[in-house]
């Protein structure tokens, strides 16, 4: 079955960064695009970045353009965000995604806290 499992989230203060991982498996990773999301507090669930299946192409959310990175290792079956120049207001849990067939998968979250 198909398991995404993400890692990386911390708190971390203003102007710092993170590298969030997103390891797949039970689908060939290589041919699908994958999708990083995030959900503050009190807020819906937004997509942050997208990232085709040979890493072509990619696209961010206006409000994380220029500082967060989204790229893939297909050899390892890996999506990652690099996050940089974070603000209090990227706070949030950040779920890694894929639409496999008729599925829409979702990791379990990980907490990602920007603050003094």
């Known amino acids: 079955q198909v398991q995404l499992v993400e890692s990386g989230g911390d708190l971390v203060q203003p102007g710092g960064s993170l590298r969030l991982s997103c390891a797949a498996s039970?689908?060939?990773?290589?041919?699908?695009?994958m999708n990083w999301y995030r959900q503050a507090p009190g807020k819906g669930r937004e997509l942050v970045a997208t990232i085709t299946s040979a890493g072509g192409s990619t696209n961010y959310v206006d409000s994380v353009k220029g500082r967060f990175t989204i790229s893939r290792d297909n050899a390892k079956n890996t999506v990652y965000l690099q996050m940089n120049s974070l603000k209090p207001e990227d706070t949030a849990v950040y779920y890694c995604?894929?639409?496999?067939?008729?599925?829409?998968?979702w990791g379990q979250g990980t907490q990602v806290t920007v603050s003094s």
């Open positions: 995604n894929a639409r496999v067939g008729a599925g829409y998968y």
């Open positions: 039970g689908f060939i990773f290589k041919n699908y695009a």
